[in-house]
């Protein structure tokens, strides 16, 4: 997912005040961290790790754990689950939209939250049900997977016969009577 992300002096100015404002020392590791956490948008730890010691060779992925638990604590970062891997790690000023997660090629496209509010509305109305969006993750198939595409070297009547051949094996697997022939 591309970002546009605030120039570095801009937005570490910003971070400096926070983690001051909130008691903590502003360290290199946190403004590494914090750095790659925003170029790489949602990225794992061990990818804010690989960024991090592009800079800084000396800094471990304890390290890198340890400050994006504080970070995230603080409120300046949050996580998010979108697979069966490591967490992902994204700015907390970010945090307020839904990700689309695709089964297929693994794509990843943010929402915002007005694209599910009557899911939202429905869910506090009907089962007085607060939704946290920014952990919201929905799987399914983008709009690239579920465009078929003709192989090469294969005209219309190709995909049109591998058709017809698909649609009469479904007929055969759930019996005629749910293809609605009779015989």
């Not at 003709?150 to 009469?168: F, I, L, V, Y």
């Given at each position: 997912?591309?970002?546009?992300?605030?120039?570095?002096?801009?937005?570490?100015?910003?971070?400096?005040?926070?983690?001051?404002?909130?008691?903590?020392?502003v360290?290199?590791?946190?403004?590494?961290?914090?750095?790659?956490?925003?170029?790489?948008?949602?990225?794992?730890?061990?990818?804010?790790?690989?960024?991090?010691?592009?800079?800084?060779?000396?800094?471990?992925?304890?390290t890198?754990?340890?400050?994006?638990?504080?970070?995230?604590?603080?409120g300046?970062?949050?996580?998010?689950?979108?697979?069966?891997?490591?967490?992902?790690?994204?700015?907390?000023?970010?945090?307020?939209?839904?990700?689309?997660?695709?089964?297929?090629?693994?794509?990843?496209t943010?929402?915002?939250?007005?694209?599910?509010?009557?899911?939202?509305?429905?869910?506090?109305?009907?089962?007085?049900?607060?939704?946290?969006?920014?952990?919201?993750?929905?799987?399914?198939?983008?709009?690239?997977?579920?465009?078929?595409?003709?192989?090469?070297?294969?005209?219309?009547?190709?995909?049109?016969?591998?058709?017809?051949?698909?649609?009469?094996?479904?007929?055969?697997?759930?019996?005629?009577?749910?293809?609605?022939?009779?015989?």
């Open positions: 997912m591309d970002r546009e992300v605030p120039s570095p002096s801009v937005a570490v100015r910003g971070w400096d005040e926070q983690l001051r404002a909130r008691g903590y020392r360290t290199p590791q946190r403004q590494l961290v914090l750095e790659a956490v925003a170029r790489l948008d949602h990225a794992t730890p061990e990818e804010i790790g690989a960024q991090v010691q592009q800079t800084a060779r000396g800094v471990n992925i304890s890198i754990y340890r400050t994006l638990e504080l970070l995230e604590q603080i300046m970062v949050t996580h998010t689950h979108l697979g069966h891997g490591a967490p992902t790690y994204h700015l907390a000023t970010d945090a307020d939209h839904v990700h689309l997660v695709c089964r297929d090629c693994g794509r990843v943010e929402i915002g939250p007005d694209a599910i509010r009557p899911l939202i509305t429905a869910l506090e109305e009907r089962h007085g049900f607060e939704t946290d969006v920014g952990h919201l993750t929905v799987f399914g198939r983008c709009q690239e997977c579920r465009t078929p595409r003709e192989p090469k070297g294969r005209g219309h009547a190709w995909t049109e016969e591998r058709r017809r051949s698909d649609e009469g094996r479904r007929g055969l697997e759930s019996g005629p009577e749910a293809s609605g022939r009779t015989e």
